[in-house]
């Protein structure tokens, strides 16, 4: 628990044959938003290995996302993990680097890991919705989020993982297709498909928001328990 700070007292899209998007980086791309198009793409995201879906997202233009930058941020760990941790987006660090959670909430993050006996990269993958940053670290907006669901999909179909973690409400609300409040999520036993997902705090909330801190305890409490009664 001290690794957590914690002392012990206690629109379905309308279709259309091409769609220009403002992208507010400074220039417009077209992008294919047909029915048609879609389908194609998802078909063939959800057949590629691993190494083909890294090459296919390091080179993506799906999105506005990926005018601004650095680089994709696809995902770190083991790729048989049990357990699978997905958060909402790169920040600049993460944009930076290439790597998921590597700054101030990556370290928390880190330690979250270290409270229930976990590591990153050891029978643990992370990675988040989308895999480009949002500029100024906003929320990842829903046509983002949409046109990298695929890849995590076909992330999620390699690792199989026994349990999911969605950290933070952006996380929580893609996978599970909800409007819900992170506090009516959290605490109860969710599916995405047929997999177990628990939902808890976002790292870089709880640094801003202390007194979550012991929910998101009990949260990893409750995540421990599952898991051992999954095995
Ligand atoms: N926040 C996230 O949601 N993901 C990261 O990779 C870093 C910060």
Known sequence: ????????????????VSTSVNTNLHS?????????????RDKHILNLNWQQLK????????CPLSQARLHTVFGVG???ADWLFIGEGPGAREDEIGEPFVGQAGKLLDSMLAAIQLKRGSNVYITNIVKCRPPNNRNP?????EQCS?????????IKPKLIIAL???AAQNLLTTNDSISNLRGRLHYYSDIPLIVTYHPAYLLRSLMDKSKAWEDLCFAKATMESLK
Request: aromatic share 8%; net charge negative.
């Open 1 to 16: 628990m001290h690794e957590l700070g914690l002392t012990p007292i206690w629109r379905k899209k309308q279709s259309g």
């Open 78 to 80: 083991d790729e048989q």
């Open 150 to 158: 695929p890849y995590l999909k076909r992330q999620i179909a390699l």
């Open 55 to 62: 090459a296919e997202v390091e080179n993506c233009h799906a």
């Open 28 to 40: 417009t791309i077209a992008i294919d938003d047909s029915d048609d198009h879609r389908f194609d």
């Open 168 to 170: 933070g409400k952006v």
């Open 141 to 145: 907006e829903f046509n983002e989020a």
